[in-house]
């Protein structure tokens, strides 16, 4: 019926970012398990490429970036992409399309730079969107705090706890690596 608001009513720039992290999960599903790996190690955020003398070279730099759009599997994107959805989508609207995506990725810059100032040799890769959504919801914390909510405390406080706590727990489905909450609470 006409005047009915759509199912799901994202913005264009978070719909953006889930169809290319579901695009980059599906491109991995076609590669052979050595490329993905390969593709994870040159493209994932490796700390440890950017402390070494000589520095990083050219596709590192892209690093801090491209990490983002790569997850441990279907389980990840699906969960970063959900939250995305449910926090992106109020935070785009307040900033706008292009101010969101700087914000975004900026967030995921911070991350990677906090899990490097904690790992500064770590040589597994980093991956996934999960740092940059959480300085998106970082943004709606801010936003509830200019409105006066009286709960912001408590909303950020359980943010970062169940950061840690599920940071720590390992989690089926997912590939084996430990989950960089470090990064998490950076973002």
Known sequence: PAGREPMLNLPPMTAALII??????????????????ELVFRFGFVPALYGHAGGPDAESLLAPLTYQFLHGGWLHVGLNMVSLAAFGSGVERLFGPYRYLAYYLF???VAAGVHYLVFPAGQMPVIGASGAISGIFGGVLIVLWRRGSGSLWVMGGLWIAMTVIFGMAPVTGMDEAPIAWQAHIGG
Do not use: K
């Not at 579901?22 to 590669?31: D, P, S």
């Open 107 to 109: 967030c995921g810059l």
């Open 20 to 37: 290319t992290n579901l695009a980059v999960e599906v491109v991995r599903m076609l590669l052979s398990e050595q490329q993905d790996l």
